[in-house]
């Protein structure tokens, strides 16, 4: 499967040049035209990926780089501008950017630039993740703790353990079998409704609305995805 690429550029002509270099090289990419568009994008499917301007309609970069990570969303961030004061760059880099580039910019820097930061992820993968927080809830992976409106609430290990591996892979759907596999451990093919159980129990402690789930969505025939 090719690495996915973000790419969030308001200048049209510029945004076709950039994804057809970027599509040329094998990776997957996809194009969002403001900030709250790249928003969207990354709360519905997740990205190896996001080569963000700065200068963007609607949100700033700055402004989505800085949502991104206080949702503890880790993905790699290559930030673009068409400023290059020392005073931008700062400020990318503090909000959790990984990389930056100064319009204009040489096609084959920006290729090596993105093959560095995607061989950093592949390499190093994605650290554990301790602590999330959403609406008003709270999960505190390292201590087994969940609190919801300041309220602590029972979660058995393994519920814990589902949890955590949905919303490290948060915004993409995870499909059963490798759920099972990497939570429960299970080796081949198993079908097996404890997934399905505990997926409901999780529910009932972190939905308003069980039946109509705002966060832990059920996509048929195919598995979970957790969306915040």
Not at 12 to 20: E, F, G
Not at 147 to 154: K, N
Request: net charge neutral; hydrophobic share 40%; aromatic share 6%.
């Amino acid at each position: 499967m090719s690495l996915r690429i973000l790419l969030v550029e308001d200048e049209p002509s510029l945004a076709l040049a950039l994804s057809d270099l970027l599509t040329v090289e094998g990776y997957t990419v996809e194009i969002a035209g403001d900030g709250e568009a790249a928003l969207r994008k990354v709360s519905e499917a997740g990205f190896d990926l996001i080569v963000l301007d700065i200068m963007l309609p609607r949100k700033s970069g700055f402004e989505v780089c800085r949502e991104l990570r206080e949702k503890q969303n880790d993905v790699a961030i290559l930030m673009l501008t068409a400023r290059g004061q020392v005073a931008d760059r700062i400020t990318g880099l503090k909000l959790g950017a990984d990389d930056y580039m100064a319009k204009p910019f040489d096609p084959a820097e920006l290729l090596a630039r993105v093959e560095a930061l995607l061989r950093r992820v592949e390499k190093t993968g994605r650290p554990p993740l301790l602590n999330f927080r959403f609406d008003d809830v709270e999960i505190d992976f390292e201590h087994s703790l969940l609190l919801r409106s300041g309220q602590r609430m029972s979660i058995t290990g393994k519920e814990l353990q589902l949890l955590q591996y949905l919303i490290t892979h948060r915004g993409r759907v995870v499909p059963r079998e490798e759920l099972l596999r990497n939570v429960w451990e299970y080796k081949g093919s198993v079908s097996s409704r404890t997934l399905d159980v505990h997926m409901a129990w999780l529910r009932q402690k972190l939905e308003e609305d069980p039946q109509r789930p705002k966060y832990l969505h059920t996509i048929r025939g195919t598995g979970y995805r957790f969306s915040a």
